[in-house]
């Protein structure tokens, strides 16, 4: 049987890297406590969950904030070259945000791209908050804020609120290691209840005729179907669209 195929994607200081390692139970994923980051290009860390055997993919973080999109769209890039080339499908995309998780920026846009415009809603997409060690209950942080992702459009098939820092170790203890452990078997369930039930194979002739059915009804206006899509879905300027199309066709 094929190994399971999850993406995590988001942006650079997450806690991408730092949840995989949890889930997995190693340190394969290489991490940063800086700001920058240190995942550059998508990495595959197989590991085994519950008798499932799994491909964890670590994806190059966007950068919100840029000046400009150069950045951004290198990351875009990586992983629409990824989900292109997985022969055995993708079952889950895990978008990570570290709290407070503020939406704004490209936060949507990125989502939208995924969500909507490559992925055609086919692919369940779940969303992981990182950095809730401090909280009495972690759970509670989607319970308060919830509400903010709606107004944004963006609603996740499923989510899970944690921690992926055990802390400080003391005589022999972690600080955070009641939570870490309890976030670990939240992470989990939330990937057992949320992959979809045959792996998503992005077929690029279908994938280019659902751009273009989907640009002719929805809208007659100047520009190619594709570019239209970033622009009136993602919300991308025709300037930044034009130039991500022609590096996706690239791919």
Request: charged share 25%; aromatic share 10%; net charge neutral.
């Amino acid at each position: 049987m094929p190994r399971t195929n999850v993406v995590f994607f988001g942006n650079t200081g997450s806690g991408k890297s730092c949840l995989i390692n949890m889930i997995a139970g190693s340190n394969a994923a290489a991490t940063s406590s800086g700001a920058k980051g240190c995942t550059f290009r998508t990495n595959p860390y197989h590991t085994t969950i519950r008798g499932r055997e799994f491909t964890f993919h670590d994806t190059c973080g966007f950068n919100e904030g840029a000046q400009s999109r150069t950045f951004e769209d290198k990351a875009i890039i990586e992983l629409y070259r990824l989900l292109k080339h997985l022969i055995d499908g993708v079952s889950l995309l895990v978008y990570v945000m570290k709290a407070p998780a503020r939406i704004e920026g490209n936060t949507t846009t990125n989502w939208k791209l995924f969500n909507d415009v490559l992925c055609k809603r086919d692919v369940p997409i779940t969303i992981v908050i990182t950095g809730l060690e401090l909280e009495d209950d972690m759970n509670e942080w989607w319970t308060k804020n919830k509400q903010h992702f709606k107004d944004a459009w963006m609603n996740p098939f499923n989510h899970a609120c944690v921690t992926t820092v055990k802390g400080k170790e003391k005589r022999g203890f972690y600080q955070f290691q009641e939570e870490y452990d309890q976030s670990k078997r939240t992470v989990e369930d939330m990937i057992f209840q949320s992959l979809r039930p045959t792996p998503w194979k992005m077929d690029t002739i279908d994938w280019l005729d659902h751009m273009i059915y989907q640009t002719t009804m929805e809208s007659r206006k100047w520009g190619a179907p594709i570019e239209r899509q970033l622009i009136d879905r993602c919300g991308m300027s025709r300037d930044d669209a034009e130039k991500l199309v022609k590096e996706l066709d690239a791919v």
